[in-house]
């Protein structure tokens, strides 16, 4: 069984919204960034960030991972900060293609990094 609530600000390009979800599953918790389509409603692409993949650091977890808007018509601006242990923390912007289904890592950010991105268009 899932259940989930709407994580930060979506944001539409076109016919498009992206817009992050947090989900409590039977295999923890994660960050799901969803893009839909506005007028069917039609899920449209699902990229799963889990909140942890080993011991030693959890993703998303205390700031979520956030869209921070759109790279142009196909790609959707995540910001992931990965939380070490030892209280360090990794900051970086990525961008997601939705047609591919590919992340990409576009910056590398330094500790408790706000990202504000206006609409970039390529």
């Known amino acids: 069984m899932l259940s989930g609530s709407v994580w930060g600000t979506g944001w539409r390009r076109g016919e498009l919204v992206a817009q992050t979800v947090r ?3 039977a295999d923890g918790q994660a ?3 969803i893009v839909a389509d506005v ?3 039609r899920l449209v692409r ?5 909140w942890s993949d080993s011991t030693s ?5 205390v700031g979520g991972c956030p869209v921070k808007g759109w790279l142009g018509d ?3 601006l995540i910001h992931s900060v990965i939380y070490r242990s030892d209280g360090s ?3 970086r912007l990525l961008a997601w293609n939705i047609r ?3 992340p990409t890592r576009v910056a590398d950010l330094p500790e408790r990094t706000v990202v504000s991105v206006a609409d970039i268009t390529r």
Not at 46 to 50: F, I, Q, S, V, W
């Open 74 to 76: 196909d790609a959707v």
């Open 39 to 41: 007028r069917s409603g």
């Open 89 to 91: 923390e990794r900051s």
């Open 100 to 102: 591919t289904g590919a």
């Open 23 to 25: 989900v409590d599953g």
């Open 57 to 61: 650091h959890t993703r998303c977890g």
């Open 46 to 50: 699902a990229l799963e960030l889990p």
């Open 31 to 33: 960050d799901v960034v």
